[in-house]
């Protein structure tokens, strides 16, 4: 009789050391999952302070880059729009550039070194210089330095860029495109069309992760 309880009891601690190991098991496996949900939100905030930070920059930002501009917006030289997370400055060709030229005029540069004075402030965000045209084809000796709308414009975005990095912002975060003639946000049937396409655009937009 004392050894069928014996041999009772030594199956109930089995059971018992059994039934431990796997409770152990369980907790192991749930600590590891708290980790792992901690871990996700621990992400998840970082991922918000970072945005938050974001809209403030660009907030900021925007309120600047109209009080410098004030003279050139009231003149209609200027717009600047803050739409879907991206800051959007558009000036006219007339301020910027010649017809059919590259190189950015005095009052061009004027008005870009006061862009450039809020931009150098710029940390998470990248900054593309975008030149666009309106749908007049390259004619005449111009054609041999640039044979496209494709050229001309890409050339002004490089042009910009290069002043605003000049200026001071960091060249890290610039970058140039020329669109041409295929994004008109006007009529090019009409002259007042074809000026109002004729623009370049600096867009300030979250960086890439």
Partial sequence: LVYVNAGREIGRIDSLSGENAKLGQDIQAYEKSLQEKDAELQAKVAELQQKEVLVQEQSNQFAQMQAAM???V?????TIQELEGKLTVSMVEAILFDSGKAVVKKEGVEALKKVAEVLKTTTEQEIVVAGYTDNVPISGKLASVYPTNWELSAARAIAVVKILEKAGVDQKLLGAMG??????????STPEGRAQNRRMEIVLMPKPK
């Fill in 179 to 188: 669109y041409g003639e295929f994004r008109p946000v006007a009529d090019n």
């Fill in 74 to 78: 009231d003149a209609k030289q200027v």
């Fill in 70 to 72: 004030k003279a050139e």
